[in-house]
């Protein structure tokens, strides 16, 4: 994963974009913090996949769920 500035993506974003599919991600850095990530996009990509792992009340949910399962004795998805 690579790591370059706003004001470097800005400029090069073209070259920044078509570089991804074979450097993989980049992390946007503004102010020395990260900010965004670009990441290369295919046909094997699942969007809602990406968005959900990015998501706290998804995970918060999801967790909930696990615990509640455990609680009360479900089948583990593994056991199925």
């Known amino acids: 994963m690579r790591i370059k500035n706003i004001r470097e993506v800005k400029a090069k974003l073209s070259q920044v974009v078509s570089e991804l599919p074979h450097e993989g991600s980049v992390v946007i850095t503004k102010n020395g913090k990260a900010c965004a990530v670009l990441m290369p996009v295919s046909e094997e990509t699942?969007?809602?996949?990406?968005?959900?792992?990015?998501?706290?009340?998804?995970?918060?949910?999801?967790?909930?769920?696990l615990e509640r399962a455990s609680e009360q004795g479900w089948t583990p998805v593994e056991d199925l």
Do not use: Y
């Not at 699942?46 to 769920?65: I, P, Y």
């Open 46 to 65: 699942d969007l809602e996949v990406v968005a959900l792992s990015q998501n706290r009340s998804f995970w918060k949910l999801f967790d909930g769920a």
